[in-house]
């Protein structure tokens, strides 16, 4: 039995690349602000599709389709949070998606206070590891959308 209290969050994030440029938002974080794709929290009953869609119009002003699930980044570990010990898991869900609309904006009093492109060369380095899993995903994903064959 462990004396931390357990705590999963699952969040959804959008990896959204257009003419070799990373849409990122700065996240102010316990620590200190860092770079992180667009996205967050799924609410109560909320399917993780459309939390994507909400949370990247809050945290940049866009409006954006979801193109393709790219992959589910599962974390555990200790997490200590304002003085609290936790028995963390962290479920990442990461989709492909692209731009449909809306103009590049700030979220005001929420958990980021910026978003920008970056070409995908210049990442800034002041951010989180999920965008490394993210770009790789993206990378490794089958360019015609079909699944490799293993027969």
Do not use: C
């Amino acid at each position: 039995m462990t004396d931390k209290l357990r705590k999963m969050r699952v969040a959804a994030y959008a990896v959204i690349i257009d003419e070799g440029r990373i849409l990122l938002s700065r996240w102010l974080g316990p620590d200190k602000p860092m770079w992180i794709l667009p996205g967050g929290g799924v609410d109560h009953g909320e399917d993780p599709y459309d939390a994507v869609v909400r949370e990247v119009f809050e945290e940049t002003g866009y409006r954006a389709a979801v193109d393709a699930l790219l992959g589910i980044q599962s974390l555990h570990g200790p997490l200590n949070r304002d003085g609290v010990d936790l028995d963390y898991h962290r479920l990442r869900i990461l989709y492909e998606a692209h731009v449909t609309g809306g103009e590049l904006t700030f979220e005001v009093g929420g958990s980021t206070d910026q978003a920008a492109w970056f070409p995908l060369d210049k990442i800034p380095e002041d951010h989180v590891e999920s965008v490394d899993v993210a770009l790789e995903l993206h990378r490794l994903r089958p360019a015609d959308g079909r699944a490799p064959s293993f027969t």
